[in-house]
């Protein structure tokens, strides 16, 4: 992520050491994204990311350090939060929250192809399957409460047409959030941000999801709403390519058997997570945070998603 927060290597060797992960021996800022700082941590024991949280609070971090904790109990690849000597999985570095996970092997696809859809639809439904007994609750705290709060804050960013899009579409989302189906849809801990960038492959083979800290409760409709909408698109158009989301879809339906609910309300969900993105893009964009390395994401791309969606709804028939 961008690095707001400049760690030293001496403060990032002295958390190493507590953590009893061998003596670190590299430290590198990371520069993609724009929410938290992170390191690369290299120690004689092991590759290892340092994130420094910069808008999750203390009492926000638990539920994803221990849903991380969780999963990685119950097979599913994921970076396991290191504890201290006390157990706590939560550290300090400059007066903020912090943590020391596993850093996964292999690289992004950024280019993906119909396999790599599907192994990434199969492993999102072991994911939700998994996560069903987690104890702990957060909402999605970039969910519907959060979008009504913010679409006003960027509304005065916008031109007309934009304006009325991004308005007409918060209508939308508020009026299916409040129908019986919605509110029958199943729901667990998703990732809520399984962008291409947030999986792992070592040559094809899947090697893990990571970067949980925008997961929550929510719809496991919403998350596989989110995935569709970038690993099976087109980034040009943003169009859905049918070949690719049919794969996802069928590769976690595969696993966990989608309801006629979910089955109907999955345009709709299309549509929210194009909606989601492109408000946090903007948010991002015109109201930016000072980082040392920040490069905000271009919002356009999701208004094409957005309305690509509308126009053009798709939808997931069963072979």
Known sequence: MAVFTEVSFGEAASLVSRLRIGELTTLTGITAGIENTNYFA????????????????????????HLMKHLARKGIAVP???????????????????????????????????????????????????????????PNLRGLPWWEETVPVVLPHLDAAQAELISAEL?????????????????????????????????????GFFDFYFAGMDTLLFDIAVCLNDWCIDLESGRLEDERAHAFVAAYDAVRPLGGAELRLLPAMLRAGALRFWISRLWDFHLPRDASMLKPHDPTHFERVLRERVDTPWHYARA
Do not use: W
Request: net charge negative; proline share 5%; glycine share 6%.
């Open 42 to 65: 290299d120690t004689t024991e092991g590759r290892y990311v340092l994130t420094v949280f910069e808008r999750l609070t203390f009492e926000q971090l638990p539920f994803y350090l």
């Open 80 to 138: 396991d939060p290191k504890a201290d000597e006390t157990g706590s999985i939560l550290h300090t570095v400059q007066g903020k929250p912090a943590a020391v996970v596993d850093r996964l092997r292999g690289k992004h696809h950024m280019a993906p192809d119909v396999a790599h859809c599907a192994s990434v639809g199969d492993m999102l439904a072991r994911m939700h399957i998994a996560g069903q007994d987690f104890a702990m609750h957060q």
């Open 171 to 207: 209508v939308f989302q508020q009026h299916v959030a409040a129908s019986a189906q919605y509110l029958s849809l199943p729901r667990g801990p998703i990732h809520a941000d399984l962008f291409r960038d947030n999986v792992m492959f070592e040559d094809d083979e899947l090697t």
